[in-house]
């Protein structure tokens, strides 16, 4: 799925990154409203909603192209989408 954002927000949010972890803050800031971050968690919980998976997925495919794993123990886990 391909999620829709500004290139000048991308580019800053990737500019703005020196490792994989902040880039996905990066990204989920520009996804996500702060009132859905503060309500959802990716595989959502009895008090909390999930986050979208179309968009999560885009996310973790994006952050692994930027942030490419270096060895097996990087590589993103099923069931993560």
């Not at 859905?36 to 885009?58: D, H, Y």
Request: with cysteine.
């Amino acid at each position: 799925m391909k999620v829709k954002v500004k290139r000048s927000l991308y580019i800053k949010a990737r500019d703005g990154s020196t490792d994989r972890k902040k880039f996905a803050l990066n990204l989920l800031e520009l996804l996500f409203t702060a009132d859905v971050l503060r309500s959802s968690t990716f595989m959502g919980s009895e008090r909390k909603k999930r986050l979208c998976p179309l968009r999560t997925s885009a996310l973790k495919a994006t952050i692994f192209k930027e942030f490419p794993a270096q060895n097996a123990e990087e590589r993103p886990q099923a069931g993560l989408e």
